[in-house]
């Protein structure tokens, strides 16, 4: 890799961004981190070898100023949890960052979405889709990576099934529970990332992730 490419994370204060972080700092990676709160990523072990941006996607100037000198922009940001809107909200924030990569000639935006093929889908997956498209509405190049549920420790998804068996090994279940889906383990969608920021030249483009079936180093 480049050593003097430098990276920024979004999201780094969570499940994925935070692991992401780690593994791109194993590779020798130049990393900034866009957090809202400062306090929050200096908890982490990688706080003393990374750059710090504060502020959100939905602010441009601090977007802007997060972007400066970026060539890859790893999109790992959400809503869901900012109320009944948090559709209109993360497609303004998309649409923010965007076109702020573009002002500051980001080459290449990673996004970490969701699978999202059934004809009647989830508000929230509609909004992942609808995010990358957002994403893709400047002249910067959009990966859109599409995943379905992450699995590892420390995952909401792993946590809240764990607590779930552990707590009622017998359930009278809803109908939704019959929905297929496909589970990627975290080492794997790490992988991914990790190799997206690699890339000689700017890709553009929507892959679907799926599980590895070669065995490779535990992230």
């Not at 866009?34 to 996607?57: M, P, T």
């Not at 997060?66 to 009944?84: E, M, Q």
């Not at 500051?104 to 969701?114: D, N, R, S, T």
């Amino acid at each position: 890799m480049e050593t003097a490419r430098r990276i920024l994370v979004t999201g780094a204060s969570g499940y994925v961004g935070g692991r992401l972080v780690t593994a791109l700092l194993e590779d020798n990676a130049k990393i900034r981190v866009f957090v809202r709160d400062r306090n929050k990523a200096q908890s982490h072990s990688w706080a003393s070898q990374v750059e710090i941006a504060v502020g959100n996607a939905s602010d441009y100037q601090s977007t802007v100023n997060a972007l400066k000198d970026v060539h890859t922009a790893f999109y790992l940001l959400h809503s869901i949890n900012l109320g009944p809107n948090f559709d209109k909200i993360e497609s303004e924030m998309a649409r923010n960052f965007a076109k702020a990569a573009q002002e500051c000639g980001v080459k290449q935006i990673i996004y970490l979405g969701g699978i999202n093929n059934d004809a009647k889908t989830s508000k929230h997956l509609s909004s992942r889709a609808n995010t990358g498209k957002e994403l893709a509405t400047t002249s910067v190049p959009v990966i859109e990576l599409r995943a379905g549920i992450i699995i590892g420790s420390g995952s909401a998804s792993f946590e809240m099934l764990r607590h779930l068996t552990h707590r009622l090994p017998v359930m009278t279940t809803p109908k939704w529970v019959m929905n297929k889906t496909h589970p990627i383990a975290i080492r794997d969608v790490l992988w991914y990332l990790r190799k997206t920021a690699t890339l000689e030249k700017p890709v553009a483009g929507i892959l679907i992730l799926v599980a590895l079936k070669f065995c490779h180093t535990q992230i």
